[in-house]
């Protein structure tokens, strides 16, 4: 007589980053709107201008980088009184910047930083798409390794010896409730000081490693 056992695997990885993109907006805002478009546009420049010397695609130390089109908008704020005043006009561009190599990143990131209009919004953390698939696929193996040492446990618990494997899926899909999966790498996050300003001013960051998490489902048979 045989009996079915159901189990979950579930494998987690941390592994190290090996890329950070780095998201920043310049922005101003004042009562002309010709001025505020052109303090935007001479600070993105000179931000673009710092990039376009690093970029290489193959060897970085910026693989990749884009910026958003220019947003413009007015807005007439009122005083304590309850008085609306003049229009206040802002602008602000948004640029990523991926990096390869963390130092250059870092002195970059510094020197940006002190450009005035530049808030720093984050950076995240991540792994190639090459390495995040090799990754996957052993952490996935790991978690189905998982589940057959567990069901061997059940089936000693109950003097079975022999364990067969009869179905393996990802959760949920074996009619069992079970925890979501997890095959994709954990929000990416860093520890960093933000915001313009002189100075000389070091941004502290420190890269997290990424979590690869799987979950599987099994049914097994024991005898």
């Known amino acids: ?33 010709s001025s505020v478009l052109s303090s935007v546009t001479a600070a993105v420049q000179t931000v673009t201008s710092s990039i376009a010397p690093l970029h290489d695609p193959q060897d970085g130390p910026v693989t990749w980088w884009s910026s958003d089109r220019i947003r413009v908008w007015a807005q007439r704020p009122w005083n304590t009184e309850g008085k609306q005043l003049a229009p206040v006009h802002h602008a602000s561009i948004a640029v990523s910047v991926k990096f390869k190599d963390f130092d250059a990143l870092a002195e970059w990131l510094t020197e940006a930083a002190t450009v005035p209009g530049v808030q720093v919004s984050g950076i995240e953390w991540a792994l190639t798409q090459a390495r995040r698939t090799s990754v996957t696929t052993e952490v996935r193996s790991r978690a189905v390794k998982g589940a057959a040492d567990k069901a061997r446990v059940f089936a000693q618990a109950i003097g079975a010896s022999d364990v067969r494997a009869v179905a393996i899926s990802d959760p949920g899909m074996l009619g069992v409730r079970s925890t979501a999966d997890t095959t994709s790498p954990a929000t990416m996050r860093a520890a960093a000081s933000t915001g313009s300003g002189g100075g000389d001013r070091v941004l502290d960051f420190t890269p997290e490693d990424i979590e690869v998490s799987v979950s599987v489902d099994a049914r097994f048979e024991a005898s």
């Open 1 to 33: 007589m045989s009996t079915e056992i159901t189990v979950q695997g579930h494998f987690t990885a941390w592994i190290p980053a090996e890329r950070a993109t780095v998201s920043i907006v310049v922005g101003f805002d004042g009562p002309e709107r």
